[in-house]
């Protein structure tokens, strides 16, 4: 069974500081990977995709993957309330079908 | 660029009777996956098509569940004799190329109520 699994939390972090999310996969054959915002009552909004390890910047957001671990993390600088959401992250392994983890709560304090 | 849609986005329906659900996926997209997701719990994958085929459906209940994506027109999500444990918040989503690392996106979702 293909699994992506993810803290469900909630993590609390101060307006300000920097709130790390973490997802590990068990499939190792996983290409690309996915990180996805989704607010209460509303659906699933991209935040970044990665496929190479390393690093991927964008704004406040910071994806990284280690595929030797199977290890895929989401860092957000700066955080704000706004930034309060459930986090989800995803897994496909180049086949047709994604693999979501059950999604990690944030809440950003102010 | 319209994005996805959705409709209806609420849905209400008694124990027994049919719930069909629709989606046209964004511009230019010609593939459609469903999803389903309870209160409190993640994604969970129910069916992948592209027009006029199923290509995945391995996350579809065995029964009373099926899905169409038809030459022309939405797809649809059809729930016939529907029970109280299929409510939910039922996500469809379009990529443009459909295999990895082909991205997903978003529709705003139907959330199913069964009386």
């Known amino acids: 069974q293909k699994e992506v699994e993810q803290n469900s939390g909630p993590l609390s972090v101060p307006e300000g500081a920097i709130a790390s999310l973490n997802c590990t996969y068990s499939?190792?054959?996983?290409?690309?990977f996915f990180w996805y915002r989704q607010y209460s009552g509303k659906s699933p909004e991209l935040i970044m995709f990665i496929y190479s390890n390393g690093d991927k910047e964008d704004g406040r957001f910071t994806a990284q993957l280690n595929k030797a671990s199977q290890y895929v993390s989401l860092l957000i600088r700066d955080s704000q309330p706004s930034d309060s959401a459930t986090y989800l992250c995803a897994a496909n392994t180049g086949g047709f079908k994604t693999i979501f983890g059950a999604g990690t709560r944030l809440f950003v304090k102010a | 660029n319209a994005g996805v849609m959705q409709n209806p986005r609420h849905l209400v329906r008694r124990r027994g009777q049919e719930a069909r659900l629709r989606c046209s996926p964004m511009k230019g997209h010609s593939h459609v996956y469903w999803y389903r997701q309870l209160p409190e719990e993640g994604l969970k994958f129910m069916v992948y098509l592209q027009k006029e085929n199923i290509i995945d459906e391995s996350g579809m209940p065995k029964e009373r569940f099926s899905a169409e994506f038809p030459k022309e027109g939405p797809s649809i999500l059809r729930i016939q004799q529907v029970v109280r444990g299929d409510s939910a918040a039922y996500f469809c989503?379009?990529?443009?190329?459909?295999?990895?690392?082909?991205?997903?996106?978003f529709g705003p979702g139907t959330r199913l109520t069964v009386l």
């Open positions: 989503a379009s990529s443009p190329g459909g295999q990895g690392k082909d991205t997903q996106y």
């Open positions: 499939d190792r054959g996983s290409q690309s």
